[in-house]
C-alpha cells in the first residue's frame, strides 16, 4: 500500500462517542479521500487495512454515519455481477458544517 499518510477531521480525535475501533476506520477511510472529502473503498479494503473482519467495519460505519462523519453518496458505474449493490461512495467531511461539494465539483475531481 502506498499511502503515507490521510487527514482525519480534528473533531474524530476528542469526540468521546466515537469509539477507538470507529476512529481507526475513518482514519483507512480517509487514506482513500480525494481533495473534496470523497472516497470509495470497499469495507473488505478497509478490514484488510485495520486486520478486522468486514462485519466489524459495517458496524462501525454505522457508527459514523450516524455521528455524521461519513455521509453516503450515490455510486457511480454500473453493479458487477455478484455484488451486492453497485459500489460504494462516501464524502467525508471535515467539519460538522461542511455541506456535499456539487455535482459538478465531484466530476472535476474525478477528471484531476
Known amino acids: 500500500m502506498k499511502m503515507r499518510y490521510s487527514l482525519i477531521p480534528a473533531r474524530s480525535v476528542g469526540d468521546p462517542q466515537l469509539s477507538s ?4 476506520t475513518l482514519a483507512s477511510l480517509c487514506l482513500f479521500t480525494s ?6 473503498p470497499n469495507q473488505w479494503t478497509l478490514a ?3 486486520n478486522c473482519t468486514q462485519s466489524n467495519i ?3 460505519m454505522k457508527q459514523l454515519r450516524e455521528l455524521n462523519y461519513v455521509i453516503d453518496l450515490i455510486p457511480r458505474g454500473r453493479k458487477r455481477r ?3 449493490k ?3 461512495r462516501y464524502f ?14 465531484i466530476k472535476s475531481d474525478f477528471d484531476e
Not at 21 to 24: D, E, L, Q, S, T
Not at 92 to 104: C, G, M, Q
Open 21 to 24: 475501533g470507529a476512529f481507526r
Open 58 to 60: 459495517a458496524q462501525q
Open 86 to 88: 453497485r459500489g460504494n
Open 48 to 50: 484488510t487495512i485495520r
Open 82 to 84: 455478484n455484488s451486492y
Open 92 to 105: 467525508v467531511p471535515t467539519l460538522a458544517s461542511d455541506s456535499i461539494p456539487s455535482w459538478e465539483m
Open 35 to 40: 481533495q473534496l472529502g470523497i472516497c470509495y
